[in-house]
């Protein structure tokens, strides 16, 4: 079974903190992502990543960055949490290759509060 | 406009009930995805889908990719089929890329 971890299943930070998100996978995926969810709105891609070292943009990157320095790992980092990032945070992960390559396997999520 | 749209929003039944969720989309897609999120927020994939029709237990999922349109059915619905269900399509824009855009999910309660 594939797993995906997340380090807190609930968080609670002070406006201009600096917040650590981690997201750890052990199928040896190569694409990994970091979501937030809202109310209304949906899941919106934060940032992706296809490899070690790469990352991409998503829809909503302004606040956030990430870091993937080992393949299983997908950290996502706000420089100075702010009340508007109040929110659900889900990673996933997907393989590049094989049978199920558009399929992403979801953590159980992260419940930020910035307070 | 979202370029995936789910409706109903909301939806209660009585346990045994036929329930249907629809999924509309207005981008060319490669795949679409029928996800569920039960509280407390774990995602699980129910099926991926890129034509015709998935059976699953007593979840069927159809896409008419002519019209753009993927329907959720819940045969014989069960309390704890309570949860959001979630419509995502990979868009053809996004080759190579892996990026989904999600509709903003459809709660369902069903009541024994």
């Known amino acids: 079974d594939v797993k995906v971890t997340q380090s807190s299943r609930y968080l609670v930070k002070r406006t201009g903190e600096k917040v650590f998100l981690e997201c750890v996978q052990d199928?040896?995926?190569?694409?990994m992502f970091w979501y937030r969810q809202d109310p209304g709105l949906g899941l919106r891609l934060i940032y992706f990543?296809?490899?070690?070292?790469?990352?991409e943009k998503g829809d909503i990157p302004e606040g956030y960055s990430v870091s993937r320095e080992k393949k299983e790992r997908f950290s996502l980092i706000l420089e100075s949490a702010s009340t508007n990032q109040t929110s659900m945070y889900l990673c996933?992960?997907?393989?590049?290759?094989?049978?199920?390559?558009?399929?992403?396997?979801f953590g159980p999520g992260t419940r930020l509060t910035v307070l | 406009k979202n370029e995936v749209e789910q409706s109903p929003q909301n939806l209660t039944a009585q346990e045994g009930e036929f329930i249907t969720i629809n999924c509309s989309y207005s981008?060319?897609?490669?795949?679409l995805h029928w996800l569920q999120q039960h509280p407390g927020g774990g995602i699980v994939s129910l099926f991926m889908?890129?034509?015709g029709k998935k059976k699953h237990g007593r979840l069927i999922a159809t896409i008419n990719i002519q019209e753009k349109h993927s329907s959720l059915h819940i045969t014989a619905s069960h309390p704890r089929d309570s949860a959001v269900y979630i419509c995502?399509?990979?868009?053809?824009?996004?080759?190579?890329?892996?990026?989904?855009?999600f509709g903003t999910g459809t709660r369902l309660q069903v009541f024994p």
């Open positions: 996933a992960s997907s393989p590049s290759w094989g049978g199920d390559t558009d399929t992403q396997y």
């Open positions: 889908l890129s034509s």
């Open positions: 199928m040896d995926h190569e694409n």
């Open positions: 990543s296809y490899d070690v070292k790469m990352k």
């Open positions: 981008v060319g897609i490669s795949a």
């Open positions: 995502a399509v990979l868009s053809l824009r996004s080759y190579n890329t892996d990026k989904l855009i």
